[in-house]
């Protein structure tokens, strides 16, 4: 073939250090754009992001030279830096070490992403160690308890 096409779609996790819940509500908007933002500077197509106090979910779309490892490092990274210049509110924020990186098929974008937006009422009922060990067991992901959350 004389040329590559490929569009390759990521759902990722991540949550605040320590799971601590302080992306309130009238700063997660920001915070989002902040993700969203990172992603389009570096060729990343953002579909939906989103999520609560504690955790943000990401569909994203990623060009196949980019690995999952380098992407959380982006979207982290990138939008800790700008949440650090930006919300004086955050104050010392940092997201936990760890993500969920999942493939999602392109059949499969509507359904996800209404799952990110769902998030709000999803967790009146749903911990997020609950909702997170569902998404690596739904994967076929093996993972040890002991070593899921600090």
Same mark, same amino acid.
């Given at each position: 073939?004389?040329? #590559?096409?490929?569009?390759?779609?990521?759902?990722? *996790?991540?949550? #605040?250090?320590?799971?601590?819940?302080?992306?309130?509500?009238?700063?997660?908007?920001? *915070?989002? &754009?902040?993700?969203? $933002?990172?992603?389009?500077? +570096?060729?990343?197509?953002?579909?939906?992001? $989103?999520? *609560? @106090?504690?955790?943000?979910? =990401?569909? *994203? $779309?990623?060009?196949? #030279?980019?690995?999952?490892?380098?992407? =959380? !490092?982006?979207?982290?990274?990138?939008?800790?830096?700008?949440?650090? !210049? +930006?919300?004086? @509110?955050?104050?010392?924020? =940092?997201?936990? %070490?760890?993500? $969920?990186?999942?493939?999602?098929?392109?059949?499969?974008? #509507?359904?996800? &992403?209404?799952?990110?937006?769902?998030?709000?009422?999803?967790?009146?009922?749903?911990?997020? @160690? %609950?909702?997170?060990? !569902?998404?690596?067991?739904?994967?076929?992901?093996?993972?040890?308890?002991?070593?899921?959350? @600090?």
């Amino acid at each position: 073939m004389a040329s #590559t096409y490929t569009m390759l779609y990521a759902h990722l *996790v991540f949550s #605040t250090k320590k799971r601590r819940a302080v992306l309130i509500p009238s700063l997660r908007e920001r *915070v989002w &754009a902040y993700v969203a $933002g990172v992603a389009k500077e +570096n060729k990343i197509t953002p579909i939906e992001i $989103g999520g *609560v @106090e504690d955790h943000c979910h =990401a569909l *994203v $779309g990623l060009p196949a #030279t980019l690995s999952h490892a380098r992407l =959380a !490092q982006i979207l982290k990274g990138g939008s800790s830096l700008g949440i650090h !210049q +930006n919300l004086p @509110e955050l104050q010392g924020f =940092a997201w936990q %070490d760890g993500y $969920g990186a999942f493939s999602v098929s392109h059949s499969q974008i #509507t359904k996800v &992403a209404q799952y990110i937006r769902g998030q709000e009422a999803h967790h009146h009922h749903q911990s997020f @160690e %609950d909702e997170y060990r !569902q998404l690596l067991k739904k994967h076929g992901i093996p993972f040890r308890e002991e070593f899921l959350f @600090e």
